[in-house]
């Protein structure tokens, strides 16, 4: 497996985490707006790097 595929995937990940920490504080209506602006910010860009990553990177044999 490729370091850039593998690397995509970790971001993906952990910008599933971000988008699902976020989506369960504003149904807990817990935390602040700018944490929670911070956290769907970032799980939207390493969401979007991460996808892009695995997609335009091309498997070598």
């Not at 690397?7 to 944490?35: E, R």
């Not at 970032?42 to 991460?50: R, S």
Request: overall charge positive; glycine content about 10%.
């Amino acid at each position: 497996m490729n370091l850039k595929r593998t690397f995509g995937a970790i971001l993906t990940i952990l910008g599933i985490i971000g988008l699902i920490y976020t989506a369960v504080s504003v149904l807990q209506s817990s935390s602040d707006i700018k944490s929670l602006l911070v956290f769907g910010i970032l799980g939207i860009i390493f969401f979007v790097t991460g996808i892009s990553l695995i997609r335009t990177t091309k498997d070598e044999a």
